[in-house]
């Protein structure tokens, strides 16, 4: 039974199938092929719910690379079951709209490939057990996401946004990749539960620390938290249904599931619970106050999604609280939190999806998604409008909607977290304020929301379009779950028992075996501190909504220039000039600055070792007299070498370059080396004679006009190489460590039939390597004739030119 | 022997690198020929100088000179030489070409 993995692999599969089904089935919309796919896999996940709900585990292996502990393992508990019911099920209704919102012409196999190549991905997250299958998925996921950005790859914003989101979403990738590689040097196991099962045998180990904070980058870049949060609003160009899809409802939430997954793990540390919490609050912030300035219906939403990940982070950071000082009473009240923050993650995807589509109606139908230009459409939408009501409402956290509950959680929460006094006094207490005034700033954007687009006057002259009521086919899935927002208001234990209460035995491993973690939701719980919150969050709201032109001002205090994209945008600019400044410094194209890095890396490394091992020893003991004879020949030589550098013409160098051939060709005769010396006569004579035909049709030569500088650049240079090398000849030479094997070819009479050695060496004992000397001079010969021969005939000449 | 030997190749090495660092293409060959030179004679070196009678077999004679090197350099000669050739048409056909054999010249634009 491998169903799990299956479930995985089927989308991967349909994925395959699209651009043929495409091209074979033209009459009726391939979309329909995927959400029959995505369906069928959603109705395969519910038949779990009752099996999970009872608290049974599924796990499925299979060998991918068992000698790497890396095995395609899939396990479905109560977590991991919420999110593939969000992608499967979102991404059914998601596909239905989209049959509606593309329209034929867009290149729509592309577009159902990606989406399915996203859709497994994603599936393959949040079932993963094991790390770097967990990752290979994680990443699959960038790059679908990469691809549905920029599905419109002829607009320069939308490849701008894709190569954004990859940029930032990959480097998280990254160092969560770097973060799991660690755990497995501790844990000895690339497997999550493995990893989780043994937690507390190496949370002293040095690389806790930093395998927590580098897998919370990854979770941080993928759910867009700040400082990270600035790809999600440019990826906006995608079309709405993704953004419906990825950017609100699964893919920004996979770093919160890492977060929920990871927190048995660090959740004990409170180095997790300040940088989850605090990051988490001050995203809440930051997207609802960025949201409000925002003129575009869908950079709102985006900023909105921001701040609503933001809050649900901060959730599952308060509940790590729980496991700090490990099981007791008291700390059962900070599960609440985790529980709160499953209710609001599934409360997001179902309001915040249905939001999407209804900008995408507004977008579709009228052509513009510009606030200034809409207004008034209530009457002509009235459907559109219900359901952007209900969305914005439930968004707000007001009754009877689903985000009320979820609000009033996350300020009991809050309040909760207050109180227990862990920490310094002021920075816990800090927290429910900030929460509160980020909730009124939440507030005022879904007004903006609802009340800039559908009431006021109506511009007709603005729109493109005359506004007019969306088809049907549109209008479904965003009704299916504006439905979903006010049933789980009225009915949230539903939803809390079957899918939330396993979910958090998944977070809480040891605290659930004590304690019935569940915790039953009521629309009416009293009046008590969040109530009263919440009001103070509706009068302020409104009040902040009514005079919003009054205080819209102080946004002008944060201008465009110092937002955290044109930073972002800063350092890719710097990053490029300096590599480029710096590759520029260096690569010149001139030959003889290449030659001088070859040269003085040679004289720093051979010279430094030199001095360092301190192996400047000589000795002249036992070396062969010098005759006179042959001192003569080596000054000879020497004061030809050098008057070489000095030759004015080029007949003069080319004949005391043959000196000196004929001078080695002298010594190889002194040196009892008959063959060498026969061999290097002959060589040397036709050397001279091809320098002869060169100098024959070379240019004369001209005073080169080196600068003083190089020149005794070139001369320190040249002179470090030859001492080094003389140094290191003599070092060598005095430093025999055991006899030359030479004795043994002195058997090449008897061995190889032969009495000149050397011939017998080159011919037998060592043929391979004459063998492939002559194949060098074969190709050396060819080359030569193919030099002279071939030319480029006039009309290829051309082909070079630009 | 060995000592004076090794002073010369030394020399012909810093001789090799001067012309090597030059601009024109005569020279920068000439550089790699001299430096051959100096190889060829540091192998040698390596292996003892006038130690015994040249390798080939003869009655009477125990001691011969190492025929390993000389072997070694056998071989080097070769390949160099038909380096230089080679290197030497290439130079002879890239002046025709480009009308100069200066490297400064033949180095192609700056902003590529």
């Known amino acids: ?802 | 022997m060995e000592f004076l030997v090794i002073i010369l190749s030394g020399v012909l090495f810093a001789t090799a690198i001067y012309n090597l660092l030059q601009k024109q293409l005569l020279r920068i060959i000439i550089g790699t020929v001299l430096l051959s030179h100096g190889a060829h004679l540091m192998i040698l070196t390596m292996g003892k100088l006038k130690r015994g009678q040249p390798p080939v077999l003869t009655e009477g004679v125990t001691q011969y000179t190492d025929p390993l090197p000389q072997a070694l350099i056998l071989t080097s000669i070769v390949i160099s030489f038909g380096i230089t050739s080679l290197i030497l048409v290439l130079a002879y056909r890239t002046t025709q070409e480009n009308k100069t054999d200066n490297m400064e010249q033949l180095r192609g634009n700056s902003n590529e």
């Open chain 1, 1 to 802: 039974m491998l169903t799990v993995n299956l479930a995985i692999i089927i989308p991967f599969l349909a994925a395959t199938l699209v651009p043929v089904l495409h091209k074979k089935i033209s009459r009726i919309h391939i979309g329909w092929f995927v959400f029959i796919v995505s369906a069928a896999l959603f109705a395969f996940l519910v038949r779990y719910i009752p099996r999970i709900a009872s608290g049974e585990t599924f796990l499925y292996t299979l060998k991918w690379i068992p000698s790497y502990h890396i095995n395609f393992t899939t396990y479905m508990d109560g977590l991991s079951l919420i999110f593939a019911l969000l992608i499967t099920g979102i991404g059914a209704l998601v596909t239905i709209y989209s049959i509606y919102y593309l329209s034929s012409n867009e290149n729509l196999s592309h577009f159902y490939t990606y989406l399915l190549l996203f859709m497994g991905a994603m599936l393959g997250v949040v079932f993963s057990d094991n790390m770097m299958v967990l990752y290979v998925f994680w990443e699959l996921t960038s790059i679908s996401s990469f691809l549905l950005i920029a599905f419109w790859y002829h607009r320069k914003r939308s490849r701008e946004g894709a190569q954004k989101s990859l940029l930032i979403t990959v480097t998280g990738g990254i160092a969560m990749l770097v973060g799991f590689v660690m755990l497995y040097v501790m844990s000895g196991t690339m497997s999550v539960r493995e990893v989780i099962a043994t937690v507390s045998t190496y949370s002293e180990h040095s690389l806790f620390i930093p395998a927590m904070v580098l897998i919370l980058l990854g979770a941080f870049t993928k759910s867009a938290q700040f400082p990270f949060h600035i790809w999600l609003p440019t990826a906006m160009e995608a079309p709405t249904p993704v953004s419906a899809y990825l950017h609100s409802a699964t893919m920004v939430k996979a770093g919160i599931y890492l977060v929920a997954r990871f927190t048995p793990v660090f959740g004990g540390e409170m180095t997790w619970f300040w940088m989850v919490t605090g990051v988490g609050l001050f995203t809440l912030f930051w997207g609802s106050f960025n949201a409000i300035r925002q003129t575009d219906l869908k950079a709102l939403l985006a900023y909105s999604t921001i701040s609503q990940l933001g809050m649900i982070m901060s959730m599952f950071g308060m509940s790590s609280a729980a496991l700090v000082n490990g099981y007791s009473v008291d700390s059962v009240i900070f599960t609440q939190a985790a529980f709160a923050a499953l209710f609001h993650l599934v409360n997001h995807s179902t309001f915040k999806g249905a939001l999407f589509m209804v900008v995408g109606i507004v977008d579709h139908e009228l052509g513009t998604r510009d606030i200034r230009r809409l207004g008034g459409l209530a009457t002509l939408m009235p459907i559109t409008f219900t359901i952007a009501i209900i969305g914005s409402f439930s968004m707000a956290g007001l009754p009877p909607f689903n985000g009320f509950l979820s609000k009033e959680m996350f300020f009991q929460v809050a309040v909760n977290i207050s109180e227990f006094n862990f920490a310094s006094d002021t920075w816990s207490t800090l927290i429910p304020v900030v929460a509160w005034v980020a909730s009124i700033l939440t507030f005022v954007y879904c007004m903006i929301f609802v009340f800039k687009t559908f009431l006021g006057s109506y511009q007709e002259e603005k729109l493109e379009h005359p506004a007019h009521e969306a088809p049907y086919g549109m209008l479904f899935s965003p009704m299916i779950l504006g439905a979903l927002v006010v049933l789980i208001f009225f009915f949230p234990n539903v939803l809390g028992d079957y899918l939330l209460r396993p979910a958090m035995s998944s977070i809480f491993p040891t605290i659930a075996e004590n304690e019935d973690l569940g915790v039953h939701v009521i629309p009416w719980h009293g009046f008590n501190m969040p109530l009263k919150m919440t009001i103070g969050v509706i009068l302020l709201g409104i009040l902040l909504f009514i005079s919003l032109r009054y205080w819209k001002g102080i946004y002008k205090m944060f201008p465009e220039k110092w937002s955290f994209n044109t930073l972002y945008g800063n350092i890719l600019e710097q990053l490029e000039a300096t590599s480029n400044t710096v590759t520029n410094f260096y690569m010149t194209g001139h030959l003889r600055d290449y030659m001088v890095y070859i040269y003085s890396f040679f004289i720093l490394a051979v010279g430094g070792m030199l001095v360092i091992t301190n192996t400047l020893v000589f000795n002249i003991e036992g070396n062969a007299s010098i005759s006179s004879l042959e001192g003569i020949i080596a000054l000879v030589m020497m004061i030809a070498a050098v008057t070489i550098l000095f030759a004015k013409s080029r007949l003069t160098a080319i004949l005391l370059n043959s000196v000196l051939g004929y001078g080695v060709a002298i010594f190889f005769v002194l040196f009892r080396a008959p063959d060498l010396a026969l061999t290097q006569t002959v060589v040397e004579t036709v050397s001279t004679v091809l320098f002869l035909a060169a100098y024959y049709f070379l240019p004369e030569w001209k005073k080169e006009d080196t600068r003083k500088r190089s020149k005794s650049v070139n001369l320190i240079i040249s002179i470090l190489v030859g001492v080094i090398f003389t140094v290191v000849a003599l070092a060598v030479q005095n430093g025999k460590l055991f006899d030359s094997i030479s004795s043994y070819y002195e058997n090449s009479y008897e061995l190889a039939g032969g009495r000149n050695i050397v011939n017998t060496i080159l011919g037998d004992f060592r043929a391979f390597d004459t063998m492939l000397e002559v194949v060098v001079l074969l190709i050396a010969g060819l080359g030569v004739y193919t030099f002279i021969k071939l030319k480029a005939r006039k009309e290829d000449a051309s082909v070079e030119d630009k």
